[in-house]
C-alpha cells in the first residue's frame, strides 16, 4: 500500500486546510503545462492569521519556522485544490520564503527551513526536496511573519 502525502501530514498530526481565500485580486494557484505555481500564502489558520510582527523584533526564529510550516501546508492545499490530488506532485521544484525583518535580523534560511522540512515530511524526500530562496523583506501582507510560495511539477 502506497502511503499518501494526506497519510504522511496525519502522521505529524497535520491535516490538510481549506485553501485559503485570496486577499486580493488573484487566484491561490495556477497551473500551466505540468507546473503549478502557488501565490504567496500567509500562515492563516481556520481564517485568521496566526501571528503578526517581525522576526527579531516580536516574533523569535523559533515561532517564525513554526510559522513557515503552516505557509507551506496552505500552499499543498492550493496545489491540490489545483490538481486534484497531491499524489499528482512530481517534485517540488522551487519554494521563496519571505520573511518580514527586523533591519539586524539574519536568520531567514533557518526560518525557511520551516517550510521545507514540511514539504519533504508531506512528500518525501525525492518529491519534496527543492531549490529555494529564503529573502528578508520589509514588510508582508497583513503585518504577517513569513510567506512562502512555491512551483511544483505535476503529472
Known sequence: MTTTPEDRLAELGLTLPEVVAPLAAYVPAVRTGNLVYTSGQVPMVEGKLAQAGKLGAEVTTEQGAEL???CALNALAAVKAEVGDLARVVRVVKVVVFVASDPAYTEQPKVGNGASELLVQALGDV???HARSAVGVASLPLDA????ELI???D
Open 127 to 129: 518529491v519534496g526536496k
Open 152 to 154: 511544483a511539477e505535476v
Open 145 to 148: 511573519p513569513v510567506e512562502v
Open 68 to 70: 513557515a510550516r503552516i
